[in-house]
């Protein structure tokens, strides 16, 4: 007889969120495309991260995308959050007005809204 007959055979992996210092940095060409967005590959410019404040909206996407966000970078596509706009979000802003699910909204707001403003915040004071 089984001891824990109750308890499932199989856990449920859960993905792993991953630190903002372990995230592919972007590189970024300063030549702007035909839509306003700029070239993001390596991105590290001039040794340092490109300043978000600069990201069109379809960087933002890509940004969003390329940490793992596939589904709710749509949200950012649809509600038009270029650079500028990422900055200024709140928290409320990333749980609410994007019309996501809270457990993404968080992750996006603490391991890449928020790390965003504050390394936006230090470079700008240099």
Same mark, same amino acid.
């Given at each position: 007889?089984?001891c824990?007959?109750?308890v499932?055979?199989?856990?449920?992996?859960?993905?792993?969120?991953?630190?903002? /210092? @372990?995230?592919?940095?972007?590189?970024?060409?300063?030549?702007?495309?035909?839509?306003? /967005?700029?070239?993001?590959?390596?991105?590290?410019?001039?040794?340092? $991260?490109?300043?978000?404040?600069?990201?069109?909206?379809t960087?933002?996407?890509?940004?969003?995308?390329?940490?793992?966000?596939?589904?709710?970078?749509?949200?950012?596509? @649809?509600q @038009?959050?270029?650079?500028? /706009?990422?900055?200024?979000?709140?928290?409320?802003?990333?749980?609410?007005?994007?019309?996501?699910k809270?457990? $993404?909204?968080?992750?996006?707001?603490?391991?890449?809204?928020?790390?965003l403003?504050?390394?936006?915040?230090?470079?700008? /004071?240099?």
């Open positions: 007889m089984a824990c007959s109750n499932p055979d199989k856990l449920t992996a859960v993905p792993d969120v991953k630190e903002p /210092s @372990e995230l592919p940095m972007l590189s970024i060409e300063m030549d702007n495309k035909e839509n306003g /967005s700029l070239h993001t590959e390596n991105l590290v410019e001039n040794g340092r $991260p490109p300043d978000p404040a600069d990201w069109a909206v960087d933002v996407v890509n940004y969003f995308r390329t940490v793992g966000f596939e589904e709710q970078a749509n949200a950012f596509q @649809e @038009e959050i270029d650079g500028k /706009s990422l900055l200024l979000m709140t928290r409320n802003d990333v749980l609410t007005g994007l019309s996501l809270l457990g $993404p909204a968080l992750k996006i707001y603490e391991y890449h809204v928020k790390p403003q504050t390394q936006h915040l230090k470079n700008s /004071s240099l």
